[in-house]
């Protein structure tokens, strides 16, 4: 049976509840699979299925930007939420494969999808960075600056990709996937957050070239230095660690036990991860939400595309305690419990 939360610090703040009023997501129609990959790089649909539980990944077009993914996202997330686009206050999104270092992608989405009273920001927080976005926005709603907030995860990791090495190649794919979040006096909604970061580990998971630091000249275009770089197996080992402490973290935080969570969202890297956070969180695997083998890891898309096909298929119902726990470089990780 379903408990009550014991001390939910929503009600203990007695705040305005927030609550996620539309979802939706979009990927990309190029689909590469692991056999296309075995003829690109040394590897095989074996090695990728056993190591990741990855079985294909969406390739967005040459000119299909970070910003056009979001965009088919929030608008479906609009028309859920039963809102014009006029209405959204805040519009963030998450993303790692911005369309430009500036302006903000949220800018080009605005554009895109006509929110033209709302205050536009990008969220740099990896594949962490759609619970970064949410937590940013429910902070805003509580606090009664805003009413609504648009909130993507999207990338084009495909973008930024070393297609030379199977070591990452074989990850990651592109999409995007969107929440429109708002107060609209219902008593469900956003009951427990938690963000956190570790920059004793920003050389595990990173992109070096780029920025301001290294910038890409003719001199330094050959080595690769505008794609992602990661160690492995240190990546697992710190993801699984942080997601586990995180998603416990939630739990306690909202007065709840593991047995009242009707569905985890975690965020889609590794099937190996999600399984080990599954078993050691004590939770059964038909309530782990897995569409990894689908798409591969897109990054800030990655929970924000699950959170809507959870929804939209009837897998998470009104009522139901929905805990998504996400990891990324930086490190970066975080957790939200929402009641649906
Ligand atoms: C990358 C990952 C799948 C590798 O799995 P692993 O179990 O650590 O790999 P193993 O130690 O079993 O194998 C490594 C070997 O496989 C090889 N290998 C790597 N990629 C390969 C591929 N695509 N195909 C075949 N072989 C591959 C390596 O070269 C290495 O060979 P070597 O031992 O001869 O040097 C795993 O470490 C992982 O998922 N890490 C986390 C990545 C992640 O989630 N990043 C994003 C976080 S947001």
């Excluded at 040394?42 to 299909?64: L, M, P």
């Excluded at 302006?103 to 006509?114: D, E, L, R, S, Y």
């Excluded at 998504?324 to 929402?338: D, K, Q």
Aim: proline share 3%; with cysteine.
């Amino acid at each position: 049976m379903k408990q009550q939360p014991r001390s939910s610090p929503r009600s203990a703040r007695n705040q305005r509840t927030v609550s996620i009023i539309g979802t939706g997501s979009y990927t990309p129609e190029k689909i590469l699979t692991n056999e296309d990959l075995s003829r690109m790089v040394d590897t095989s649909d074996e090695w990728i299925t056993t190591r990741t539980g990855i079985k294909e990944r969406r390739v967005a077009a040459k000119d299909e930007t970070t910003s056009d993914m979001a965009a088919k996202a929030a608008l479906k997330a609009i028309e859920q939420a039963k809102i014009s686009p006029e209405e959204i206050d805040l519009l963030l999104v998450a993303t790692a494969t911005p369309d430009m270092i500036f302006p903000a992608t949220a800018c080009f989405v605005q554009k895109k999808i006509g929110a033209k009273n709302a205050a536009c920001l990008d969220v740099s927080a990896a594949c962490a960075g759609f619970l970064f976005a949410i937590e940013i926005a429910q902070q805003f709603i509580t606090s009664g600056t805003y009413d609504t907030a648009l909130v993507i995860g999207a990338d084009k990791l495909t973008s930024i990709t070393n297609w030379t090495d199977r070591n990452t190649c074989v990850l990651f794919g592109d999409g995007a996937g969107a929440a429109v979040l708002g107060h609209r006096g219902s008593a469900h909604g956003v009951i427990s957050t938690n963000m956190g970061s570790d920059g004793e580990y920003t050389d595990i998971l990173f992109m070096p070239g780029g920025g301001s630091k290294t910038p890409i000249t003719a001199q330094n275009a050959h080595l690769n230095l505008q794609t992602i770089h990661m160690s492995g197996k240190e990546v697992y080992k710190q993801a699984v660690t942080a997601m586990l402490a995180a998603a416990r973290r939630a739990i306690d935080e909202a007065g709840l036990t593991v047995d009242d969570i009707a569905c985890v969202i975690p965020h889609q890297a590794n099937l190996r991860i999600i399984e080990a956070i599954g078993e050691r969180l004590g939770i059964p695997r038909e309530k782990v939400f897995v569409n990894v083998d689908r798409y591969g890891n897109t990054s800030a898309a990655a929970v924000a595309i699950a959170l809507d096909e959870a929804n939209r298929s009837g897998r998470i119902k009104s009522g139901d305690y929905v805990l998504m726990v996400v990891f990324g470089g930086g490190l970066t990780w975080a957790s939200t419990i929402v009641e649906w």
